[in-house]
């Protein structure tokens, strides 16, 4: 009997329509994320040359303030970062290829290392542990494994090489092209637009977009080589050779909140396990870093960003987890500027504006 009355029950059209609605919304979210996924050889060159966009924008209108043109501006600047990109390159290249050439021994010093760690935890063998000892140690299985593949990854080191090469000049050249014509691209889209509020909305969330990214990335590279010039000293105390290759990699991976940190201080904890052995100071890299990341987490980067560029850290770790899903590691880097141009948007999106109650930070 309950159950005809249900099944006679009609369903209310707004009902029905609410529930038409959000059906459409998760088949067009699950749509945009296999578009992001499928299409990021494309996409990525796009995101990259958008945000460095927003953040190179306002050099290039103080130069056309100066009497420069927007196309000459916009390539000073874009020559200007390359120059800077190539000598950190020029710093780290010496230190990189002698880690590089060190790797087959480093691999080798780890797999010893390992293998002392676990004789250190597990100090008692089986008899047949100790019987296939003799013959695990003769065919060396790793080294034979890595001496197979060796071809296999230089190929695709070759080719991976080529396609950020390719991609790297798409990004630079769309940015140099964006940059020139900024002003032109954001007066016909205002013009576009006929209702004077729209307008008024957008163009102040570009701006405040432009604003918050731009801040970010600045405040951001300011800390984050004010961290890596203070991690290279403190390694260079330590003893740890090739400080100057560690600071530059703290400084470029601190970008990615929580995971970028994590992956500085494991690969420190290995560098200092080849370095000192299994001892204690293998702890010295790792812990000199975190301590100095502290110190810029809790204190530095709090007091110079201030309250206008927080974000919760929940929906932080959330954009780096997504982000990097869908693009890797330059996902990871995007994550936090395309999380403050989101905000913008949500700002003075009438739909969107109770999301800023979660993005803001305390």
Request: with cysteine; glycine share 8%; charged share 10%.
């Amino acid at each position: 009997m309950i159950r005809r009355t249900l099944a006679a029950t009609p369903i209310h059209p707004a009902a029905r329509a609410v529930a038409s609605t959000w059906w459409g919304r998760g088949v067009l979210l699950v749509a945009v994320v296999l578009l992001l996924e499928h299409a990021r050889p494309l996409l990525l060159p796009v995101t990259i040359a958008i945000v460095f966009t927003f953040v190179l924008s306002t050099p290039v209108r103080a130069l056309q303030r100066a009497g420069v043109s927007e196309y000459v501006g916009a390539g000073v600047v874009i020559v200007a970062v390359l120059g800077a990109a190539v000598l950190v390159l020029a710093l780290v290249a010496a230190p990189a290829a002698a880690w590089w050439a060190r790797a087959p021994l480093i691999v080798h010093e780890l797999v010893e290392a390992l293998q002392r760690w676990r004789d250190a935890l597990f100090p008692y063998a089986t008899p047949a542990q100790l019987i296939r000892a003799p013959a695990a140690a003769a065919t060396d299985p790793l080294g034979e494994r890595l001496a197979s593949e060796g071809w296999t990854f230089t190929r695709l080191a070759i080719g991976e090489t080529i396609s950020f090469a390719l991609s790297a000049s798409a990004t630079v050249i769309l940015l140099y092209f964006l940059l020139a014509s900024e002003r032109w691209l954001v007066a016909r889209t205002m013009a576009v637009v006929r209702r004077p509020r729209t307008r008024a909305l957008i163009l102040a969330g570009v701006r405040q977009a432009q604003r918050d990214i731009g801040r970010f990335i600045a405040t951001m590279s300011l800390v984050n080589v004010a961290l890596g010039i203070a991690t290279g000293l403190a390694l260079w105390a330590i003893g740890l050779p090739n400080p100057v290759l560690w600071g530059t990699t703290a400084a470029v991976l601190a970008f990615i909140p929580y995971l970028g940190p994590l992956l500085i201080t494991l690969l420190l904890l290995l560098a200092g396990s080849v370095t000192f052995g299994t001892g204690w100071e293998m702890l010295g890299p790792p812990a000199a870093f975190l301590v100095l990341h502290g110190i810029e987490a809790n204190f530095l980067s709090p007091m110079i960003m201030g309250h206008r560029l927080q974000v919760r850290p929940v929906f932080v770790f959330l954009a780096v987890m997504v982000w990097g899903w869908l693009w890797g590691i330059a996902g990871a880097f995007l994550a936090v500027p395309l999380l403050l141009g989101l905000r913008a948007v949500c700002k003075r999106t009438r739909t969107l504006r109770v999301l800023c109650h979660y993005l803001d930070g305390d």
